[in-house]
């Protein structure tokens, strides 16, 4: 078992219901960090004895600090579908604190043929060895080994953008929760406004699996890339999107978030 699907761990309690513990290893700056419950909330659902199909979107909704080392108790439930679609909920608690942690609704799929069609193309950049590795903050920072392209220094900076190659320490094969997972990997966007960091939490996470299983099943245990760019930064919050791709070229995943900042 690697070390993130071993922090991933859940304990079956009941239809729909799973035990687990908020991994410190998995540590951002505020909490633990959002691609890790992201991850865990899909985890959940995908482990549903009625869960069938391959995970198409999760949007989680953050609303209270999940703190490393906590209980959780975590609540799945099917909320409809047809044969090609289902529709879930899952909820995340923090044992013995008032109110939930955080939200996901998640879309299993059951993927057919059909036409085809990619706007977007991956952007030219040389290969990972190419670049000096990286380890943002926190705990989790030491889980990911990242690349930078583009943006590696974020402050003072006349556009958020930043493409970086990303890959899990533990050489993890790259699946859908390692595609959650890293969905979330990324200097906050508002750094890109001044000299030195500023508080930032993110609100509301999506991602969408666009690659087959047979296309995920491909990358291995390969890096990622990841282009990240802000989109509007006002009002005390911030929205951004990446794309993630596999080093053939191969759009896997996007992604979108809003978060708040001071």
């Not at 406004?193 to 699996?209: D, E, F, K, M, V």
């Not at 794309?243 to 191969?250: F, I, K, P």
Request: proline content about 6%; some cysteine.
């Amino acid at each position: 078992m690697s070390p993130l699907d071993h922090s991933l761990g859940l304990n079956a309690a009941g239809e729909g219901l799973w035990h687990a513990t908020a991994d410190a290893a998995r540590e951002a700056t505020t909490g633990m960090f959002g691609g890790w419950t992201a991850a865990l909330l899909a985890k959940a659902v995908l482990g549903d004895p009625r869960a069938s199909g391959s995970l198409s979107a999760i949007t989680v909704n953050y609303i209270n600090r999940v703190p490393p080392g906590s209980t959780l108790t975590l609540r799945t439930a099917l909320l409809g579908g047809g044969r090609s679609l289902s529709h879930w909920r899952c909820e995340l608690w923090v044992d013995g604190v008032e109110g939930i942690a955080a939200v996901a609704h998640i879309v299993l799929s059951s993927r057919r043929q059909s036409d085809r069609f990619v706007e977007l193309t991956m952007p030219e950049v040389a290969p990972p060895e190419t670049f000096p590795v990286f380890h943002p903050p926190g705990s989790f920072g030491e889980t990911m080994n990242i690349h930078s392209a583009f943006g590696a220094d974020p402050f003072n900076r006349p556009t958020t953008r930043s493409i970086a190659w990303l890959r899990e320490s533990g050489d993890r094969l790259v699946d859908e929760l390692l595609l959650v997972y890293v969905s979330d990997v990324g200097w906050p966007r508002c750094w890109a406004l001044g000299a030195s960091p500023r508080p930032s939490s993110t609100i509301t996470l999506s991602t969408y699996i666009h690659a087959t299983s047979e296309e995920i099943a491909a990358c291995g245990n390969d890096y990622i890339l990841s282009d990240f760019v802000g989109t509007r930064i006002e009002h005390s919050t911030v929205g951004s999107r990446a794309n993630l791709w596999n080093v053939q070229g191969t759009l896997l995943a996007t992604t979108e978030q809003l978060c708040w900042f001071r």
